[in-house]
């Protein structure tokens, strides 16, 4: 079963407005919520993570919610950009040696100019 | 300084032969993770190599797959006898240790005809 469950599949937003991406998670192992972006034909590319210990995170127009005892987080992208089409993906992985990553199927932005 | 690169960017091959895809890691990097990227299927983990440490090969969907990583350096995937579902992007990932951010490279995208 997914254990990273993103939603929506894809989004369509107008310059300047904010786009909002959800992610559920089912294992409360898991402490490292890292949010990814993928243009196309190039590897995915860390944008913000965050950690169970802190409920929100901004770094420049981008912006992590995290709700520990709903088991969900959020990637908010403010005065959004043309430039932000892209596939973004949320993504999980637990504390041990392998830190391997967990991801979300990916939502397809769109942001129209 | 250089990121992780990935050969061949493609790689078109024929059901039943065999194919070696490369990563070359960032310099220094311990850590090196193999994930596939498929349509609908989002990215799953391959295997996982930390410096001379036994592989974690728990993600390899099957023994046709197996990987190697020389000199805790680059790493190769090998997938014998491929099959159609094999069509992928595969992409490598290092970082550098086990707790920091990965890095990908830019995968190669193998199709089995």
């Known amino acids: 079963q997914q254990q990273v469950k993103q939603s929506p599949q894809s989004l369509i937003v107008q310059k300047g407005g904010i786009s909002i991406i959800n992610c559920a998670y089912e294992?409360?192992?898991?402490?490292?919520f890292p949010w990814y972006q993928q243009f196309p034909g190039k590897g995915p590319a860390l944008l913000i993570a965050i950690r169970p210990d802190v409920s929100e995170k901004k770094e420049g127009r981008f912006t992590i919610s995290f709700n520990k005892s709903a088991k969900q987080f959020s990637l908010h992208i403010m005065d959004s950009q043309p430039g932000d089409s892209a596939t973004y993906f949320c993504a999980a992985s637990r504390s041990g040696n392998n830190r391997k990553l967990i991801w979300g199927l990916g939502t397809s932005l769109a942001v129209n100019p | 300084g250089a990121g992780v690169s990935q050969s061949p960017s493609n790689k078109v091959t024929e059901k039943g032969k065999d194919v070696e895809l490369r990563c070359d890691p960032i310099s220094g990097h311990t850590a090196l993770y193999w994930y596939r990227q498929s349509l609908g299927q989002g990215l799953e983990f391959l295997i996982y190599f930390q410096g001379n440490s036994a592989p974690d090969k728990s993600g390899l969907p099957s023994d046709r797959f197996s990987a190697e990583r020389t000199g805790g350096s680059v790493s190769t995937l090998t997938i014998q006898r491929t099959q159609q579902e094999d069509s992928a992007v595969y992409l490598c990932?290092?970082?550098?240790?086990?707790?920091?951010?990965?890095?990908f490279g830019p995968g190669t995208r193998l199709t089995v005809t």
């Open positions: 990932a290092s970082s550098l240790d086990t707790v920091t951010r990965q890095y």
């Open positions: 294992n409360t192992a898991f402490d490292y």
